[in-house]
């Protein structure tokens, strides 16, 4: 089913092209094209180094952690391996609040399977890759676009837009709502969009019914809205 969804994007997207319109492809990142479960598991070991003192026991449960224990909420990994420690929790979300949203971790995480040579194809196929994240400018636009251009994803040379928000206090949600104007503006054919929070893939989906939208199953917010039935659901973008 995945490789058949994805097949039709392409051939969508050929399709535009050969019509002489602009075929745009938008793609959310964490969780999305990128795994964030590595992020998340160098700020628990980093903390593990730091805090060794006051909480011994972490390190050991820590140690068997891999990235794809981690969740939503990277305290849940630690809570369901039976650590409840009120304060151990109150640091941690701290430890990681400081480091999650910013250019040097963000260098840790990974492509989901099939996202870099998808992403290609679509940009062979005449596509204008549209980035469109929660993360933010002023922390992390730089290890953002170095990861991309690291891992292979197109960027440079005028087939690519990044997209992110103006600032860290901007809500997410409100972010991608306000992000529709400027891809319409583009005046371009949005032919698919790719995102792992079933809210904002409601959205898309209401703002652009001609395109194919995708919903990967990963990670999302613990209180997500239910996502619409019409949306293709995917695992990753292994085809």
Same mark, same amino acid.
């Given at each position: ?5 994805? #097949? ?34 160098? &700020? ?30 990277? #305290? ?26 910013? #250019? ?56 690519? &837009? ?20 400027? &891809? ?11 995102? #792992? ?36 659901? &995917? ?5």
């Amino acid at each position: 089913m995945p490789a058949a969804s994805l #097949n039709k994007v392409l051939d969508a997207v050929r399709a535009t092209a050969i019509s002489g319109a602009v075929p745009v492809v938008v793609f959310d990142l964490d969780s999305t094209l990128f795994c964030t479960g590595p992020r998340n598991l160098k &700020i628990l070991r980093d903390f593990c180094v730091a805090h060794s003192a006051d909480h011994p026991g972490v390190a050991a449960v820590v140690e068997h952690l891999v990235p794809a224990d981690m969740g939503w909420n990277v #305290n849940e990994a630690l809570k369901a391996r039976g650590l409840h420690d009120a304060t151990l929790h109150a640091r941690l979300k701290k430890f990681w609040a400081e480091r999650f949203f910013t #250019n040097e971790y963000v260098l840790h995480d990974e492509p989901l399977e099939g996202a870099v040579a998808f992403a290609a194809k679509c940009r062979a196929e005449g596509a204008l890759l549209y980035y469109l994240t929660g993360r933010h400018v002023g922390g992390m636009e730089q290890g953002t676009a170095a990861s991309l251009v690291q891992h292979g994803f197109p960027l440079y040379g005028g087939h690519a &837009i990044l997209h992110l928000k103006p600032n860290f206090e901007t809500a997410d949600r409100a972010f991608k709502q306000q992000a529709l104007t400027a &891809i319409a503006a583009l005046g371009g054919t949005v032919v698919a969009t790719f995102e #792992n929070e079933p809210g904002n893939a409601n959205l898309f989906l209401r703002s652009f019914p001609g395109a194919q939208h995708f919903l990967l199953l990963t990670v999302h917010s613990p209180d997500a809205e239910a996502p619409d039935a019409q949306l293709i659901a &995917i695992p990753s973008f292994r085809c």
